[in-house]
């Protein structure tokens, strides 16, 4: 029986290997291919690197390089959400974990709630607001409704209630640190795997944020890499060859190479992410 669940967890995982693997394997081939090629050749065959530099001079050639504008313009948004994310999030779930006061459950509670809500749901009430305080179509528009990370203030939360003893933070009052000197020597040190985690995951949500930038943003000089390559491939008929409207050589091998663009800081954030992801997962479960 055991040889049997052994033999189907391997046939389980090699088949989900092959089916999620074999579209990233196209993805990184295509670029190295020209558009008849892909039309005509082998699905994951191989071209050559001159391919891939001529897809990039065609992507440049959109909108006079306005590409290398959005990447711009998202590393900034993600950088300065994760940056807010991280100054509110850790000090919020320091707070609720290790001081009691009137409204803490509640807001414990209202986190969770947050968490659980659809982001899109939350989409036209954020509009209103920045419509209100003059924002709307201004990177602080997306920046702002970003750096609030109800997800983020929870996982602070359970790494300070399970990792930090009140017996340390006793021991500190009593030679005579401040509550701020106690966060900021005591319990940042000590949460740096949780921080990796939050930084991770609010980089995460913030680079691949489509609905919210959609919704915010009106000039294409403001948008974001995600945002900005709908544009592309809808004007360009990257895509579909008849749905565009521009005639620049913008085909497949250049759509694949912006998905690659696109998804490569995050593959890089992962790997660089992942001593802090092991350790903040694994933080709350060695306890005790």
Not at 57 to 73: F, K, Q
Not at 150 to 161: D, E, K, S, T
Not at 168 to 196: M, Y
Request: aromatic share 12%.
């Amino acid at each position: 029986m055991n040889a049997i669940s052994r033999t189907a967890r391997a046939v389980f995982l090699l088949g989900a290997a092959v089916f999620f693997g074999l579209p990233l394997l196209w993805l990184a081939l295509a670029p190295t291919r020209t558009a008849d090629d892909l039309t005509t050749g082998s699905p994951l065959g191989f071209g050559s690197l001159g391919n891939v530099g001529a897809a990039w001079s065609h992507l440049m050639r959109y909108n006079d390089g306005e590409l290398t504008i959005w990447i711009g313009n998202s590393v900034l948004y993600a950088a300065a959400s994760v940056a807010l994310s991280l100054a509110l999030c850790v000090p919020a779930g320091y707070v609720l974990a290790k001081h009691e006061f009137g409204g803490r459950r509640t807001l414990l509670t209202l986190s969770i709630v947050c968490m659980i809500l659809p982001p899109a749901a939350l989409v036209l009430p954020l509009y209103l607001e920045m419509d209100a305080f003059g924002l709307v179509s201004t990177p602080a528009s997306v920046i702002l409704p970003l750096s609030f990370y109800p997800f983020g203030v929870y996982l602070a939360f359970l790494h300070f209630a399970a990792n930090l003893p009140n017996t340390l933070l006793d021991a500190g009052r009593v030679d005579g640190a401040g509550e701020l000197r106690l966060f900021w020597s005591v319990a940042v040190p000590l949460a740096k795997p949780a921080i990796g985690l939050i930084a991770f995951f609010s980089f995460v949500r913030s680079w691949t944020d489509f609905f919210l930038p959609f919704v915010m943003l009106a000039d294409d000089r403001t948008f974001t890499l995600q945002l900005g390559l709908m544009s592309l491939l809808q004007s360009t008929g990257a895509v579909n060859a008849g749905s565009g409207f521009s005639d620049l050589d913008i085909h497949q091998p250049e759509a694949a190479l912006a998905g690659l663009v696109a998804a490569a800081p995050t593959l890089v954030a992962f790997v660089f992410a992942q001593r802090f992801l092991r350790s903040g997962l694994m933080a709350g479960a060695e306890k005790g």
